[in-house]
């Protein structure tokens, strides 16, 4: 029989077979490059980690350079306390801290927080995950502190969508640097570390933060001192 491919049903039932097909090959291209994705976030992330540390790499040798650098890593609870025997995803390095910070029904003090232990230059240096918001989207990033678990030595800052040539400057270089020898306490005290503008206010503890992206690096400021915060309590239990 004759097809009429004129008809409105040809049209129709053609249209519903190629999004089917391509339906099947686009899922079938999603399952298939799963593992590959997967592995690309975590190299990404080894990267990341790496940077705070001020050790360049690539995505061709990050897994090499992160297991030199990184000897051992933990969690620890919003209180400050060691978290043992937690499931695989809750491990250190599989726990999803951007996950968590937008996962509403999780309360704050609930939240747990990963350190990895690192080792650079015959120096003990400790890494911690930070997460907070920008004025468009998340905002993330690393910082490392030395030895005396109060100066920290590095940072890498991320976002997702914060205006380019403004707030999206946190992940630059010169913005990260500014926190370099910066103290998360003094006294055995946490002490925030304020983010102003042009050297301004009475703070000791501060860094200029980005010209004409004062909300993003506020978010900068908010991220830093929240976490650190945390971490300082269980630096401060356990030194």
């Known amino acids: 029989m004759k097809v009429n491919k004129d008809a409105n049903g040809y049209t129709f039932a053609f249209s519903i077979i190629l999004v089917i097909v391509v339906g099947v090959i686009l899922s ?110 998340p905002i993330w990033g690393f910082v490392a502190l030395a030895d005396d678990y109060e100066t920290i030595v590095g940072t890498s800052f991320d976002h997702k969508g914060e205006t380019p040539g403004l707030g999206a400057e946190i992940s630059q270089s010169f913005f990260e640097n500014r926190y370099n020898g910066e103290k998360i306490a003094s006294n055995g005290t946490f002490t925030p570390i304020s983010v102003v503008q042009n050297g301004s206010g009475s703070e000791s503890q501060k860094v200029d933060g980005i010209t004409g992206g004062t909300i993003t690096s506020k978010g900068v400021e908010r991220m830093v001192n929240e976490t650190m915060e945390v971490y300082y309590k269980y630096f401060s239990k356990n030194k």
Do not use: C
Not at 35 to 56: F, Q, R, T, Y
Not at 59 to 69: F, I, L, Q, T, V
Not at 89 to 115: G, N
């Open 28 to 137: 079938s291209l999603s399952i298939g490059l799963g593992p590959l994705k997967k592995a690309n976030v975590e190299v990404k992330k080894k990267m990341n980690i790496l940077s705070a540390l001020g050790v360049e790499s690539t995505r061709k040798d990050g897994s090499e350079k992160y297991d030199k650098y990184i000897t051992e890593s933990y969690v620890i609870s919003h209180s400050g306390n060691l978290q043992e025997n937690l499931p695989a995803e809750k491990q250190a390095f599989s726990l999803d801290v951007q996950k968590q910070f937008r996962d509403k029904t999780v309360k704050v003090t609930d939240r747990l927080y990963p350190i990895f232990e690192a080792e650079k230059d015959g120096e003990k240096l400790f890494v911690l995950p930070v997460v907070g918001k920008g004025l468009w989207g």
